[in-house]
Antibody, heavy 111, light 113 residues
Framework: EVHLLESGGALVQPGGSLRLSCAAS????????MGWVRQAPAKGLEWVSS???????YYADSVKGRFTISRDNPKNTLYLQINSLRAEDTAVYYC?????WGQGTLVTVSS | DIVMTQSPDSLAVSLGERATINCKSS????????????LAWYQQKPGQPPKLLIS???SRESGVPDRFSGSGSGTDFTLTISSLQAEDVAVYYC?????????FGQGTKLEIK
């Protein structure tokens, strides 16, 4: 059974940084592309970033240059480094693969 | 990017009646390699993460009531709830996984009339 567990969300000040983690199990992590989506309060689901099994990365225009996606295959873990945080980055961040998504981790940007 | 567009944005249906939600993609989600449509449907209730209902456009997840069904192919898809129950009040999303820029529809809010 596919299981994805996000962590690392927190309350941070504008301009701050965070690293989100996603622990994966139940499938061959190294063989699959992975991604992050987010959901701002009372809003829909927005794709943020993805990384292929060969480490090619993709970013939404809204986060390009501020967010960095990476993966550690031996640890079965996906990461999202988020820098220069803005109020509009406040959201629940979900990691996933295909149609499997985790429970999410909350990032709140506020002074 | 593949743009996903749902209709309607909101829907009010009487208990026991049929609810139909549509989802249109900006390009075909049908793969020639496996003849499957890379389309999923989710249900989201307040304060909860999205719950997977249907994958591959029409494959119902284990434990999902059979009143939920998915249909369609290519660029046009439908989620049908055959007999609305009170616990079905939620926001419903479609999502494409044809490419890894995983895009979602804007959501359809389903309420009881």
């Amino acid at each position: 059974e596919v299981h994805l567990l996000e962590s690392g969300g927190a309350l941070v000040q504008p301009g701050g940084s965070l690293r989100l983690s996603c622990a994966a199990s139940g499938f061959t992590f190294s063989s699959h592309s992975m991604g992050w989506v987010r959901q701002a309060p009372a809003k829909g689901l927005e794709w943020v970033s993805s990384i292929t099994d060969t480490f090619t990365t993709y970013y939404a225009d809204s986060v390009k240059g501020r967010f960095t996606i990476s993966r550690d295959n031996p640890k079965n873990t996906l990461y999202l480094q988020i820098n220069s945080l803005r109020a509009e980055d406040t959201a629940v961040y979900y990691c996933g693969m295909s149609f499997y998504w985790g429970q999410g981790t909350l990032v709140t940007v506020s002074s | 990017d593949i743009v996903m567009t749902q209709s309607p944005d909101s829907l009010a249906v009487s208990l026991g009646e049929r609810a139909t939600i549509n989802c249109k993609s900006s390009q075909s989600l049908l793969s020639s390699s496996n003849n499957k449509n890379f389309l999923a449907w989710y249900q989201q209730k307040p304060g909860q993460p999205p719950k997977l209902l249907i994958s591959w456009a029409s494959s119902r997840e284990s434990g999902v009531p059979d009143r939920f069904s998915g249909s369609g192919s290519g660029t046009d898809f439908t989620l049908t709830i055959s007999s609305l129950q009170a616990e079905d009040v939620a926001v419903y999303y479609c999502q494409q996984y044809y490419n890894i820029l995983y895009t979602f529809g804007q959501g359809t809010k389903l309420e009881i009339k």
